[in-house]
């Protein structure tokens, strides 16, 4: 099995800037999870506020059971990143969006305490389909798109890449504030961009020349329209283009599975 649950607490709470806060969190079984790096994606569910702690059910058709369960009583599911990992702990970093909006998970983040219980579906094999940020080999350079929610996985992408290669980055923030330190190799060159305005720098930019791969996340519809520009616009060949939704505008996350089979 590449992907396990795992009971986890909240070790430590962090502010990390007005939109983003830091839980780390720890458990007995955390030995075993192997995260990849880079964006390496997992489950992470959530007690509703009347409990103390997730309803998850487990075994290999958690899935279907967990869909088919009340929501008014299962956990919440949402994914996130694994931000950094270390000895039976690991960060996560929550955007924590406008109080209007919040959702459950940005909520739950707002507030958790030390002790607060979670479970995580996680990987236990470095070598996972939890990461997508994989270049062809013929890669000459690497562009980035993304917003706050994204800055976990540019972070982890960043140090993966090391020096190895050229990368251009745009992130968008809501804040300048939120302006935060990511591992900068030489050869990266990283623009932050407050209050949005990602696919017109984008569009603005004199790309470097030879044979890019494309990372590209955030809100759905602007993730379409950065893709859209760089296949169409750039002539970049769609298999160089990974890109991912990772929320959408007016959809919850429930929203979005309701809408696969
Ligand atoms: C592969 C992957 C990795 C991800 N990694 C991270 C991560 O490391 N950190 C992180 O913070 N998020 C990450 N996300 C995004 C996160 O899963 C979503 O933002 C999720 O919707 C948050 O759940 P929620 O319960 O707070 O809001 P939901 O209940 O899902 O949504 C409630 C409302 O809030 C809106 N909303 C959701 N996210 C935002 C936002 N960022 N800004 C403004 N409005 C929003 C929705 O459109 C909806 O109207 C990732 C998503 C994917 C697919």
Redesign the pocket.
Known sequence: MTFEFFDVTVLRRELLSPS?VRIVFGGSSLAAFAGGGR?Q?FKLFLPQPHQGAAVVPRGEDWYPRWRAADPATRA?M????V?EQRDGEFD???????TV?????????RHARPGDRAVVLGPTLADNG?V?FRPLPDTDWVLLTG???????LAGILSWVGTSMPVRAWIEVHDAADVRDLPRAAGVELTWLVGGGVLDAVRAADLPGGTPYAWV?G?SAVVRSVRRHLVAERGVERHRVMF?????????????LAESP
């Open positions: 983003a964006d994606r919440v949402r994914t996130y990143t931000r996560v970093d929550f955007a924590v969006h406008d909006s919040a959702g459950p998970a940005s909520s739950w983040a939890g997508d917003d706050e929610t994204a800055v976990p996985a996340a809100e991912t939704g990772y929320w959408r505008r007016g959809a919850t996350e429930d929203d979005l």
